[in-house]
C-alpha cells in the first residue's frame, strides 16, 4: 500500500507540467516543490504536514493526482470521508490518464469497505434472547446485522436470567463476533429444617411455616428470624441467612422443660455411692482412732508401771503406732465427710 501510494507522489512530480499549461512558471516550480516535500512527509508517516503540502500544492497547479494523494492522506488519517470526496474527484475528472484512474479506483474501493457498516454477530447461551441496540428492538439471539458505527449499547433480555449489557465501539468495515452467556435470574434460596423430636412448629419472621420436618421451602434470599417450638420442650430460637440459588440446612435439637415428656430425672446412684463410700470411710477411721486411744493407753500404762530401761523400746513402739492410727483415722473420717456431703450435694441439687 505505502509502494502504491509512494508510486503516485513520483508520478505526480512528472505529471505536473501537463497540467500547468494555466498557471505561472513560479506556481509550477513551487507546485512541484509541495509536492517532493508532500511525498517526503507522507513517506516519513507525517500525515498531517504531507496533507498540508498537496492541499497548498493542489490550490497553486490543480491535478488529479494530487486529488488521489490528498484523498490517501485523509485515509491514513482516518478521515474516510473526506478521502471518498478526493478520491471520485480525481475518478471524474476528464482526461484522466489511465495509471491515475487505477490510482482513484484503488483509493474508492479502499475507502468503501472501510465505510462499510459494521456487523456484529452475536450468540448467547440461552438462544433466543431479546436484542435491543440503543434501546431498539432488533431480533434475538442468534443474530447477525449492520449496526452504526460509534459507540453502541448492546441490551439483551431473557424471561428467568438477568439482564445483560454491552458496549460496542463499532467501526467501519469491522465485524464483531460476540458470545454471551446468560445468569440465572434471582429466585431464591431453600430452607430445610429437622428437628429432635419432630413434629415441631416452624415460623420465620414470626410467620408459621409448617411442623418439622419442612424440607426444601422456597424464600426469597435474606436473613430471617426462624423459631422452632414444641409443647413441653424449650423453644429454640436463631438467625438463618437463605442465600439465593442455595439450599440452607438447620437441624435443631429441642430441651425438655421440667417435668416435660423425655425430662430424664437426674440419677440418684451417684449420691447413694458417694454417701456409702463416705460412710464406710467414717467408720474405718473410728476403727483406727480406737485402736490409737488403745496405743495410747498402753503407752501411758508402761509407762506409769514400769521402771525396766529395756521396756523404752516397748513403749517407742506403742506411740508409734498410736501416731500412725491417728493419721490413718484423720484421713478417712475427712475424705468419708467429703463424700458424704457430695452423694448429699447431688442429691439435693434441683435438676
Not at 44 to 51: D, H, I, M, S
Not at 94 to 110: F, I, L, N, W, Y
Not at 189 to 206: E, H, R, Y
Not at 271 to 282: E, F, K, Q, R
Request: hydrophobic content about 40%; some cysteine.
Amino acid at each position: 500500500m505505502m509502494r502504491r501510494a509512494l508510486w503516485c507522489l513520483l508520478w505526480l512530480v512528472a505529471a505536473l507540467p501537463a497540467a500547468a499549461l494555466a498557471a505561472s512558471p513560479d506556481e509550477v516550480k513551487q507546485a512541484r516543490e509541495l509536492s517532493r516535500q508532500g511525498a517526503d512527509a507522507f513517506r516519513t508517516e507525517k500525515y498531517e504536514q504531507a496533507l498540508g503540502f498537496f492541499r497548498e500544492a493542489n490550490r497553486l497547479v490543480p491535478h488529479p493526482n494530487l486529488d488521489v494523494n490528498i484523498g490517501r492522506c485523509y485515509e491514513a488519517l482516518g478521515q474516510p470521508d473526506q478521502a471518498m470526496v478526493h478520491c471520485k474527484i480525481a475518478l471524474n475528472a476528464p482526461g484522466v490518464p489511465s495509471s491515475t484512474r487505477q490510482a482513484a479506483q484503488q483509493c474508492v474501493d479502499r475507502v468503501t469497505a472501510s465505510l462499510a457498516r459494521p456487523i456484529l454477530e452475536l450468540k448467547s447461551t440461552p438462544t433466543g434472547a431479546t436484542v435491543r441496540i440503543d434501546g431498539r428492538l432488533v431480533g434475538k439471539t442468534p443474530w447477525r446485522g449492520g449496526v452504526e458505527p460509534g459507540r453502541r449499547q448492546l441490551d439483551l433480555e431473557l424471561e428467568g436470567y438477568e439482564p445483560l449489557s454491552r458496549v460496542l465501539n463499532a467501526e467501519h468495515g469491522a465485524t464483531y463476533p460476540m458470545s454471551e452467556v446468560l445468569r440465572l435470574a434471582k429466585v431464591g434460596g431453600l430452607l430445610s429444617v429437622t428437628s429432635v423430636p419432630a413434629g415441631a412448629t416452624v415460623t420465620l419472621d414470626g410467620e408459621l411455616v409448617g411442623k418439622t420436618p419442612v424440607q426444601s421451602f422456597q424464600l426469597a434470599a435474606r436473613r430471617y428470624s426462624l423459631e422452632v417450638a414444641l409443647a413441653t420442650y424449650a423453644p429454640h430460637r436463631s438467625e438463618v441467612e437463605v442465600i439465593d440459588g442455595r439450599q440452607v440446612e438447620r437441624t435443631v435439637t429441642l430441651v425438655p422443660l421440667d417435668g416435660g415428656p423425655g425430662a430424664a430425672a437426674r440419677p440418684r446412684w451417684p449420691a447413694w455411692a458417694m454417701m456409702g463410700v463416705g460412710a464406710a470411710a467414717i467408720g474405718a477411721g473410728a476403727l483406727f482412732g480406737v485402736e490409737a486411744l488403745g496405743s495410747r493407753q498402753d503407752a501411758d500404762d508402761l509407762a506409769r508401771t514400769s521402771n525396766d530401761p529395756r521396756d523404752k523400746g516397748r513403749y517407742d513402739g506403742f506411740v508409734s503406732d498410736m501416731e500412725s492410727q491417728q493419721v490413718t483415722a484423720d484421713v478417712l473420717f475427712l475424705s468419708g465427710s467429703a463424700a458424704v456431703i457430695g452423694g448429699l450435694t447431688w442429691w439435693l441439687w434441683p435438676d
